[in-house]
């Protein structure tokens, strides 16, 4: 009899097995029920799973959030059943009517890992890539908190990061971005598992993609192991331990496994991904392998070994938890900076409100500047507020006093994440997963293009990323097209859950903070200027946080026709009101921050403008104001990529003037005069 030892449990080969099936059998009916679903890889890996979550990783069923557990993410989150099995054979709250319910409608079993929804699953999976890349900010984010909080008497932070992927995970760029940062920041707690079935779905993975991944790891500063058979348990564990034993660079482990192993006619073949195997094939993959259980049955010898690995979790939640209440009581400071079981909030924003224009030598600056002013304001207050940029920190003003984080040096506060926007967006979602730090990131606006896969699952994981974007409009100027947003703004606010805020001076740009450190409920984007904009004063902000806009020249008597805009041409509708002013027509002009706020305040009736024309204008694709705009409206955007020049030259070329402001205005009075 063969035999694997810990020290608390001995598995015997005949239990190693019957579990290794159990998850299997459990996958594959779930699939069937389903008559959806995904296969191919919880067969090929299920003694992965079964090897690292009975003997390695740090985790406690009855409480899926203690702080201190380990983090497993299924980067292949395709293979979801294969988790789901897991957490069902393991005691989480998974009974097996859910497991039953696979991909139907209100189940906790989707057809991919969804965060929130099911106790157990630490991010939302499927989109290739993104996983693995969640993971570094899980890892990272464990070391920086074990900086900030562990003690010479207590430690609080110490815990591991798992990742099984596969081959699609390790094609996508995004994972390309991700593990170069992890290399290079030596994240030796966290562990790639490499599902290397040399399927996808096309066909053998070697028709598309022919990489050394070994190699391509190793020049990443990975520390590289290799298991050549999938189903080798003891050759599993002994890769397992080495992982666990490193703590100066990440650990990537290619194990060779076979996609659908144990199902006649379709194991080994792109066949067996993501499709049901199909009830003759179900029967003779038991009749191959000796199951005789009834569908969705866990036999006792595995469940009792699942709930002793249960039973050893809760002892050592049990263990952190009397270190982690000492630990409060003798550093209560460091506990209320750095809660490890949530998202920290600032008690106190006051320290926005001195960011008038008022402060500001001449009355004018650009948004991004105040931005940074905003940030090195909340910094002292905020401790857990952490965050860097694309390699443009000098550009976005983002850098905050506190130190880098390096290798090997987690206590600062700016992270270089490289040219590396994707993988930025992703690792910053993983912190904050994680919890215990509030992370920031930025790069200029028409670059969001390059993260836009990782702030969509931002949204849809509702997690309270801050995502800081400049450089906003045509007025970029020199750097011509390529770099002049027109699209990127309105895109954005197609997100569902994302709060877009446009700041039109700094005011403003204060507020902007406020409204995003104060939003825990999903993530904000500050879109800001790279040029200087003219103080609009500090009344009315009140106004933006009810309604999403605020007026900013009025006459209490007399409106003739409104002049809406967001950001920079807020200041271009001032202009062109000083000229309509000089015939006679008086202007009321609106600064609108936040798009969807007023949207929303005016659908339903809380917020009315007046009962004039409005000419609405943004620097940008004008589709999304026709739909707020009324019939005697006029919308003035862009629907035309930029040119390369000086910034007004350009805006003033593609029609941002305050003529064409004061025509439209004319105009839209014109007609309304003659529908009276």
């Known amino acids: 009899m063969t035999t694997t030892t810990s020290e608390t449990f001995t598995w015997t080969a005949e239990v190693d097995e019957l579990a290794v099936n159990t998850l299997r059998f459990l996958a594959a009916e779930g699939v069937e029920a389903a008559n959806s679903g995904h296969p191919g890889l919880p067969l090929g890996t299920s003694p992965i799973a079964w090897t690292l979550w009975s003997r390695y990783l740090r985790h406690d069923p009855a409480d899926p959030h203690w702080p201190d557990r380990d983090r497993f993410v299924l980067s292949a989150g395709h293979g979801s059943m294969l988790l789901y099995a897991l957490l069902h054979v393991f005691g989480y709250d998974m009974p097996v009517d859910e497991l039953q319910r696979f991909r139907q409608l209100g189940s906790r079993t989707p057809g991919h890992p969804e965060f929130s929804h099911t106790p157990g699953v630490e991010t939302t999976t499927g989109p290739l890539g993104q996983g693995l890349a969640n993971a570094v900010g899980m890892a990272l984010a464990e070391r920086m908190l074990a900086a900030r909080c562990n003690t010479e008497d207590h430690t609080v932070v110490d815990h591991r990061t798992w990742v099984l992927a596969g081959d699609g995970d390790l094609m ?180 926005l409100t001195p960011l008038s224009d008022g402060a500001i030598a001449g009355g004018k600056t650009a948004t991004r500047k105040a931005s940074g002013a905003a940030l090195n304001a909340l910094a002292p207050v905020y401790p857990g507020l952490i965050g860097g940029s694309a390699d443009l920190a000098g550009s976005t003003n ?64 509702k997690r309270p990323v801050v995502y800081v974007f400049t450089h906003d409009s045509v007025h970029v100027g020199e750097d011509g097209p390529t770099h002049q947003p027109i699209e990127q703004l309105e895109s954005l606010r197609l997100i569902p859950g994302l709060t877009v805020l446009r700041p039109a001076d700094a005011s403003e740009t204060a507020l902007a903070w ?11 984007a500050l879109v800001l200027s790279r040029q200087d904009l003219p103080a609009l004063g500090g009344s009315g902000l009140d106004e933006i946080r009810d309604h999403g806009a605020r007026v900013v020249r009025a006459q209490p ?48 009736g809380a917020h009315r403008l007046p009962d004039v024309p409005v000419v609405w204008i943004e620097a940008g694709v004008p589709i999304g104001w026709r739909a707020l705009a009324g019939p005697r409206d006029t919308v003035i955007g862009i629907q035309r990529f930029g040119e390369s020049g000086p910034g007004p030259d350009v805006a003033a070329y593609l029609g941002l003037t305050p003529a064409a402001v004061v025509d439209a205005a004319l105009s839209c009075i014109a007609r309304h005069t003659g529908d009276s």
Request: aromatic share 6%; glycine share 10%; proline share 5%.
């Open 172 to 351: 996508e760029g995004i994972s390309h971005e991700a593990a170069s940062l992890a290399g290079r920041l030596q994240l030796g707690r966290l562990t790639v598992v490499f599902d290397d079935n040399d399927i996808t779905i096309d066909g053998p993975a070697g028709q598309s993609c022919a990489d050394d991944a070994e190699a391509r790891f190793a020049a990443y500063g990975w520390h590289v192991l290799a298991v050549e058979d999938g189903n080798d348990i003891a050759a599993l564990d002994r890769a397992f331990a080495t992982a666990s034993e490193s703590e100066d660079r990440p650990t990537f482990i290619r194990v060779r496994t076979t996609i659908g192993y144990g199902a006649p006619g379709v194991e080994g073949t792109s066949k067996a991904h993501g499709s049901p195997l199909g009830s003759e094939t179900l029967t003779a993959m038991r009749k191959r392998l000796g199951w005789q259980e009834a569908p969705f049955q866990v036999p006792v010898a595995v469940a009792a070994t699942a709930a002793a690995v249960g039973v050893k979790g809760a002892a050592l939640h049990a263990d952190w938890a009397d270190t982690h209440a000492r630990w409060q009581a003798e550093h209560a400071q460091l506990s209320a900076d750095f809660p490890l079981d949530a998202i920290p909030e600032p008690d106190d924003l006051s320290v």
């Open 398 to 461: 983002t850098a905050i006093p506190g130190g880098d984080v390096g290798p090997g040096d987690y206590a600062g506060r700016t992270i270089h994440f490289g040219i590396r926007e994707h993988g930025m967006a992703a690792v910053m979602n993983g912190i904050s997963l994680h919890g215990g730090l509030r992370p920031f990131g930025s790069t200029f606006l028409v670059f969001a293009d390059y993260l836009r896969p990782a702030l969509r699952l931002s949204a849809l994981m």
């Open 514 to 524: 406020e409204l995003a450190v104060s939003n825990v409920g999903g993530p904000t």
């Open 557 to 604: 008597d007399r409106t003739d026709v409104v002049l809406a805009a967001s950001g920079s041409e807020v200041a271009l509708a001032l202009d062109a009101a000083e000229v309509l002013a000089q015939s006679g027509v008086t202007a009321t002009v609106v600064s609108v921050m936040w798009r969807e706020r007023l949207d929303d305040a005016i659908r339903n």
